[in-house]
């Protein structure tokens, strides 16, 4: 069985430009996150979807991050214009459970972004 | 305000020895605590989950406990071997649903 899948592993930018990562989650979860990790530090909650609807997106800043869920399926996170505090990992993760068992989660490999 | 806290400095044990990781949490009511793996470079990969109601949960070398009043969870490795070098995190599933990740904890298991 494949598993979460992410995209790009790896992306530098200058500051100010635009950035996207892919997910494709495992096949039939319904519920995915997007997660962002700084280095020494546990992975912190930006968005989660129930199929294609945000239920969670409170911490994700607004100002300049977007996602979108398509068909319920892939999803993408966006930021633009990045700036030099975004430099992370960004994990993405899907699970079969929802409402209020979150269950096991299920992590891609992260895409390590770096803006200079 | 709410806070997990793991132990920032990494946990160095020799091999065959059992490693003991601390989960401690305040202004948490947690449904469950879950623990996870990661390694360098890699993302986390799901361990163990334990209920508020349940005391202790076992997987092959692997323990954890759970203690409600204290607020703490503790994770242990049985027979460690070197590779179970990794950084451990808890998890907890709060309000709304949602998991939040303590900073983890790296453990070292020297030859």
């Known amino acids: 069985e494949a598993g979460v899948v992410q995209s790009p592993r790896y992306k530098i930018i200058e500051k100010k430009q635009p950035v996207a990562f892919w997910c494709n989650p495992i096949?039939?979860?319904?519920?995915l996150y997007w997660y962002l990790q700084n280095l020494g530090q546990g992975p912190e909650l930006l968005i989660r979807?129930?199929?294609?609807?945000?239920?969670?997106d409170s911490q994700l800043p607004k100002d300049r991050f977007s996602a979108e869920r398509l068909k319920g399926v892939d999803s993408t996170l966006k930021i633009q214009p990045a700036e030099l505090g975004d430099s992370a990992v960004y994990l993405c993760?899907?699970?079969?459970?929802?409402?209020?068992?979150?269950?096991?989660?299920?992590f891609g490999e992260g895409s390590r972004l770096t803006v200079l | 305000s709410q806070k997990i806290e793991q132990n920032s400095e990494a946990l160095n044990i020799q091999e065959g020895k059992t490693a003991t990781l601390t989960c401690n949490y305040t202004?948490?009511?947690?449904?469950?605590l879950q623990w996870y793996r990661q390694d360098p470079g890699r993302g986390p990969v799901f361990l163990l989950l334990?209920?508020?109601?349940?005391k202790e949960k076992r997987k092959e070398r692997l323990k954890v406990t759970f203690d409600t009043t204290l607020k703490q969870s503790l994770f242990h490795i049985t027979a460690s071997q070197p590779a179970d070098s990794a950084t451990y995190l808890c998890?907890?599933?709060?309000?709304?649903?949602?998991?939040?990740f303590g900073t983890g904890t790296q453990l070292k298991v020297e030859l």
């Open positions: 998890a907890l599933a709060g309000g709304g649903n949602k998991l939040t």
């Open positions: 096949s039939g979860h319904n519920t």
């Open positions: 334990i209920r508020e109601n349940e």
């Open positions: 202004n948490y009511s947690p449904a469950y």
């Open positions: 993760a899907s699970s079969s459970h929802r409402g209020r068992d979150t269950g096991e989660l299920f």
């Open positions: 979807y129930e199929n294609e609807e945000a239920v969670d």
